[in-house]
């Protein structure tokens, strides 16, 4: 068997223009590797209604328990301007001890890692007692629509059991073995639109302005105090991201008024929860001015959180004795796709240093990259001990 070095293979991947929805190849590049290692491997392609069709790959080496699952994603976000980056995106290199492409930060550096730690792992420990297992996304950094959330469903289909999942996306504010993520926020979007009647702006009595009710609605929401946090969770917030009156001109009270606003928020609500306060809100202000209102929401996910247990805690410990910081059981920051797995395995996330991630010149450290590997080398072998 020839020996996976994840340095090596974080550049193969880097070298795939896989950004979201495109595959590029890099799937089954994954996948081949995989077999190499004696894993049997499907790669799973789906596609909802007006989107286009992305692969995913589900990998399992061994049938026993437990099934111990990495979960990442191989698309990428574009580039950007080509000129405002030192290298080309998309065929890596090294510079003062980092690895710069798009995808070395978040995340195919931290897929390279667990790929080189299985190696690692099945070369010293073939006869181990369980499973481990792939689940690879390529519609992580899009809508999530074709990805995990359908191959967890699947997965469902076929009582495939995961008994702990370990999400691989970069974690760490600023150095490798600050964080790790044991849940996070749900984050709902609304897009909320008012009617009024259109008119003659010195003849306000003869129009109904959109923008008086919209502008308090958006106040009273903005000022709900939803919560205080928890011990787990930081305070529930709404934001408001867009306002938009399409007039044209000046002397015109606009007939229409739209605004877009989204709520991060903890385990003390549900978007059903929150729907309702803000919803009732919206209608007693529109009845107030007189106004027809329209509101419609979209749910990224409801928030989660992975109670630790013996397995957060030996992680935790072999993070703490590599890079000799003990991490931070958190639940900060955006969205990931253990919204998705949590529904069938328990999982936290520990990846990369997120500094660079999204970034023009995107880079891995060189160090956290053979640390990385170490880590997850070490999870793997007291998890199956």
């Known amino acids: 068997m020839q020996k996976i070095n994840e340095l090596q293979l974080a550049k193969e991947l880097i070298r795939f223009p896989s950004v979201t929805p495109v595959d590029a190849g890099v799937m089954s590049f994954l996948e081949k590797k995989l077999k190499q290692l004696g894993f049997k491997t499907k790669v799973l392609e789906f596609r909802e209604k007006n989107s286009k069709p992305v692969k995913n790959l589900y990998a399992r080496?061994?049938?026993?328990?437990?099934?111990?699952?990495?979960?990442?994603?191989?698309d990428v976000v574009p580039a950007?301007?080509?000129?405002?980056?030192?290298?080309?995106?998309?065929?890596?290199?090294?510079?003062?001890?980092?690895?710069?492409?798009?995808?070395?930060?978040?995340?195919?550096?931290?897929i390279a890692a667990f790929v080189a730690a299985i190696n690692n792992f099945i070369e010293n420990y073939s006869d181990f007692k369980g499973s481990i297992s792939l689940l690879i996304t390529g519609d992580e950094e899009g809508v999530a629509i074709n990805g995990t959330k359908k191959v967890v469903e699947y997965l469902k289909k076929r009582k495939e059991k995961i008994d702990f999942c370990l999400v691989g996306e970069p974690t760490n504010p600023n150095k490798l073995g600050e964080m790790i993520k044991i849940g996070r926020r749900g984050s709902m979007n609304g897009r909320l639109t008012i009617t009024g009647v259109q008119g003659h702006v010195a003849y306000p009595q003869r129009a109904n302005n959109p923008s008086t009710a919209l502008v308090q609605i958006l106040k009273e929401i903005k000022d709900i105090k939803f919560d205080q946090g928890t011990k787990d969770f930081q305070a529930t917030n709404l934001e408001i991201t867009k306002i938009n009156i399409n007039n044209t001109a000046d002397n015109v009270i606009p007939g229409l008024a739209t605004a877009t606003f989204n709520i991060r928020f903890n385990n003390k609500h549900s978007s059903t929860s929150l729907k309702n306060k803000v919803n009732k809100v919206i209608k007693k202000i529109s009845a107030k001015n007189k106004s027809k209102y329209k509101i419609e929401y979209s749910v990224s996910g409801e928030a989660f959180l992975t109670n630790p247990n013996?397995?957060?805690?030996?992680?935790?410990?072999?993070?703490?004795?590599?890079?000799?910081?003990?991490?931070?059981?958190?639940?900060?920051?955006?969205?990931?796709?253990?919204?998705?797995?949590?529904?069938?395995?328990?999982?936290?996330?520990?990846?990369?240093?997120?500094?660079?991630?999204?970034?023009?010149?995107?880079?891995?450290s060189l160090s956290d990259l053979k640390k990385l590997t170490l880590i997850y080398s070490n999870i793997l072998k007291n998890y199956f001990k």
């Not at 510079?95 to 550096?109: E, P, T, V």
């Not at 890079?323 to 958190?330: H, R």
């Not at 639940?331 to 997120?354: H, M, N, Q, Y």
Request: net charge positive; with cysteine; charged share 25%.
């Open 61 to 74: 080496l061994g049938n026993k328990s437990p099934n111990f699952c990495y979960a990442g994603h191989l």
């Open 80 to 110: 950007g301007n080509l000129k405002d980056w030192t290298v080309n995106p998309f065929k890596p290199s090294i510079k003062k001890g980092h690895l710069i492409g798009r995808g070395a930060n978040d995340m195919k550096s931290s």
């Open 310 to 364: 013996k397995t957060t805690f030996m992680i935790q410990d072999i993070i703490r004795k590599i890079t000799k910081i003990k991490p931070k059981l958190s639940t900060t920051g955006g969205t990931s796709d253990a919204r998705f797995i949590r529904k069938i395995a328990p999982c936290l996330e520990f990846g990369l240093v997120g500094k660079t991630m999204h970034k023009v010149d995107e880079a891995v």
